[in-house]
């Protein structure tokens, strides 16, 4: 299992970014796909979470109406729309999968991907 994430950078206040998380090693359209962000100093936290036919679910408040989750499965890929940036958006985000394997969940987690939301 494989999760590499992309596309961070560094963006002025009210500005937009996408990442992506290309997935493999796994059936990518069975699972749901999650993204997580760490602010500094901060807890990693849930952001969003899209099924795996596509439906988006448990957007956190603090990006409701901003971000938007989506995939593509036929590239394998969860995206995040970010738009309406905040200073406070800053943090590594992490794309994360939860595989059953024995009975049992296991979670995998990307690299991460650093955004950045300065002037």
């Known amino acids: 299992v494989q999760l590499v994430e992309s596309g961070g950078g560094l963006v002025q206040p009210g500005g937009s970014l996408r990442i992506s998380c290309a997935a493999s090693?796994?059936?990518?359209?069975?699972?749901?796909m999650s993204w997580y962000r760490q602010r500094p100093e901060k807890e990693r936290e849930l952001v969003a979470t899209?099924?795996?036919?596509?439906?988006?679910?448990n957007y956190a408040d603090s990006v409701k109406g901003r971000f938007t989750i989506s995939r593509d499965n036929a590239k394998n890929t969860v995206y995040l729309q970010m738009n309406s940036l905040k200073p406070e958006d800053k943090a590594v985000y992490y794309c994360?999968?939860?595989?059953?394997?024995?009975?049992?969940?296991?979670?995998?987690w990307g690299q991460g991907t650093q955004v950045t939301v300065s002037s």
């Open positions: 899209i099924t795996g036919a596509g439906r988006p679910t």
């Open positions: 090693g796994f059936t990518f359209s069975s699972y749901d």
């Open positions: 994360k999968v939860v595989l059953i394997m024995r009975r049992a969940p296991y979670a995998y």
